[in-house]
């Protein structure tokens, strides 16, 4: 047969990516190639199908003739992407911080594995979860979009009524912000698994010095990771929706966590100070922070309420 047009051929299945009818377009193509260089050169040789070859097209060109209709992921699909993907990675990122901060390693297959990892291995194994968790969204979405089926996906929404306008009397989200807080929570979880402590009265750089005892140390400075990742939660809700229910979930979780703390003190946290309470200055900071806490609390329930009486 004819070499130029075999491997002309060839190389156009090698593009063409349809999942029926691809034998008969090759084909057909074949058979148009033929049938010109016959028509316009009275034969079929090597020179007359090269001709007709350079005159059809590259054959990237020629398959996305063919494959114009095809679509990889639907468009109908483009938000669920990168709202499926953004939900993944928030619980594979939330799975990394716990295996960093208990030192351990997380199997759920066919999902995740995360290793046990150090600082510097988590950093790099963030962006690749992330990577991997747009690629694992994306080819289910392939696989739904090849169906060719009606099938809704959900949705993930709480229908929750917004007490204010957010565009009005809250800013905007900011993605900068947001990697600024996982940023900066890194770094508070690094502190904690290399020193076992957040709270400390001697920055030295070769040990710094605690003010708690080893048990106060791990217990404090876990409720305070928790708040931050409370915190955390929240803002990049925002993204999504915005209502001040979510902020009275919030300050209802940082207030309960410091009820308990002033609630089930541990004994001999503190290291003692000559000439100075610590203790009572910690109980005056945590009651205050309660305090403000329950008030914020409140204020947003009272908000929430009174908008949901409105639109009733």
């Not at 690749?128 to 694992?136: C, N, Q, R």
């Not at 290399?194 to 106060?216: G, I, M, Q, V, W």
């Not at 979930?249 to 610590?278: E, S």
Request: include cysteine.
């Amino acid at each position: 047969m004819f070499k130029k047009l075999e491997a002309y051929i060839e190389e156009i299945d090698h593009y063409l990516s349809v999942r029926e009818g691809k034998k008969e377009i090759l084909e057909e193509i074949k058979s148009h190639i033929l049938e010109k260089a016959e028509a316009e050169s009275g034969k079929i040789d090597d020179q007359s199908i090269e001709k007709i070859i350079s005159e059809y097209g590259k054959p990237q060109s020629v398959a996305m003739k063919y494959i114009e209709d095809t679509q990889i992921i639907s468009p109908i699909f483009k938000k669920h992407l990168f709202r499926y993907t953004g939900i993944l990675f928030i619980i594979h990122y939330v799975l990394i911080m716990i295996a960093l901060i208990f030192s351990g390693e997380i199997y759920l297959f066919p999902f995740f594995y995360i290793p046990d990892l150090g600082f510097i291995q988590a950093l790099n194994y963030i962006p690749m979860a992330l990577i991997y968790d747009f690629g694992f969204v994306g080819l289910v979405l392939y696989f739904v979009t090849q169906k060719k089926k009606d099938i809704r996906l959900p949705w993930p929404r709480l229908k929750l009524v917004e007490s204010r306008p957010a565009a009005q009397d809250f800013p905007k989200p900011k993605f900068i912000l947001l990697a600024l807080m996982l940023l900066g929570f890194a770094v508070v979880v690094y502190v904690f698994v290399k020193y076992k402590t957040l709270f400390f009265y001697s920055l030295d750089n070769d040990f710094p010095r605690s003010l708690l005892n080893p048990e106060a140390s791990f217990w404090y400075s876990m409720a305070l990771i928790v708040m931050f990742t409370v915190g955390i939660g929240s803002y990049a809700l925002r993204f999504y929706y915005y209502s001040n229910w979510i902020d009275c979930v919030k300050y209802a979780f940082y207030l309960a966590i410091l009820i308990i703390v002033l609630n089930h003190p541990i004994k001999n946290a503190m290291i003692d100070f000559p000439h100075f309470d610590l203790k009572t200055m910690v109980v005056v900071i945590i009651g205050f922070m309660s305090a403000l806490y329950a008030y914020l609390f409140l204020k947003n329930l009272i908000l929430f309420i009174r908008q949901s009486i409105q639109t009733k």
